[in-house]
């Protein structure tokens, strides 16, 4: 099966200027993540989407970090204006919808990451 | 809430020698607990996860790992490492009803011929 996909897989901007990313999950799941994950650091989750709903967007800073996913299929994650310690890999996620049933359903699959550079 | 924690930033080990990565978790739900893999300049793989079934988990490439209760502890091993096996490698732990995971910082495998 086809992974997720993401795009730009690299993007250099100057502060102030705007970025997006835009990511597609296996096709079938329904939650998606976006992770940012800084030099020397693990992931830190950004927002959390089940379908087209947000489920857990506390780590997202609202000020300058927006996302949507429309329709529940892929979704962007937009940074306006960025700042210097945005510099980082921006990391989409999917997995089969949470809920019981015996399955691995906390089994994120993850795609390649874009690499910001904010100048 | 919950928490992760890699005890070790860096371990250095000659290849065919074992391989131990520590790990210890904090949650208030049962939590489900991954242990990931990631090569330079390629995405995240998972090895292996423990979500309330056997303790001893077995994964891919050889590794495995155990999920102790007691000690909050899921410790990621393999017998006899490859150069191959040169990558960072994330725990992690996930709140079975949330879906929400937390990363470690990581742990840098270097292999030494």
């Known amino acids: 099966e086809a992974g997720v996909a993401q795009s730009p897989r690299y993007k250099i901007i100057e502060k102030r200027q705007s970025v997006a990313f835009w990511c597609n999950p296996i096709?079938?799941?329904?939650?998606l993540y976006w992770y940012q994950q800084i030099l020397g650091q693990g992931p830190k989750l950004l927002i959390q989407f089940q379908n087209n709903g947000v489920v857990d967007d506390s780590q997202l800073p609202k000020d300058r970090f927006s996302a949507e996913r429309l329709k529940g299929v892929d979704s962007t994650l937009k940074i306006q204006p960025a700042k210097l310690e945005d510099s980082a890999v921006y990391l989409c996620?999917?997995?089969?919808?949470?809920?019981?049933?015996?399955?691995?359903?906390?089994?994120?699959?993850f795609g390649p990451g874009t690499r910001l550079t904010v100048l | 809430a919950q928490s992760v924690t890699q005890l070790d930033s860096h371990v250095s080990v000659s290849e065919g020698t074992p391989v131990l990565l520590r790990c210890n978790y904090s949650?208030?739900?049962?939590?489900?607990l991954f242990w990931y893999v990631q090569h330079p300049n390629k995405g995240l793989q998972l090895l292996l996860k423990?979500?309330?079934?056997?303790?001893l988990v077995k994964g891919i490439n050889g590794f495995e790992a155990e999920f102790k209760k007691s000690e909050t502890s899921f410790h990621l091993t393999k017998p006899s490492a490859h150069m191959s096996d040169a990558a960072e490698y994330f725990c992690v732990v996930s709140n079975i009803n949330a879906g929400k995971s937390t990363f470690g910082d990581g742990t840098t495998l270097t292999v030494k011929p």
């Open positions: 949650s208030s739900y049962s939590p489900s």
């Open positions: 423990y979500t309330s079934a056997a303790t």
């Open positions: 996620a999917s997995s089969f919808l949470t809920g019981g049933g015996g399955r691995s359903y906390n089994e994120q699959f």
């Open positions: 096709s079938g799941h329904a939650t």
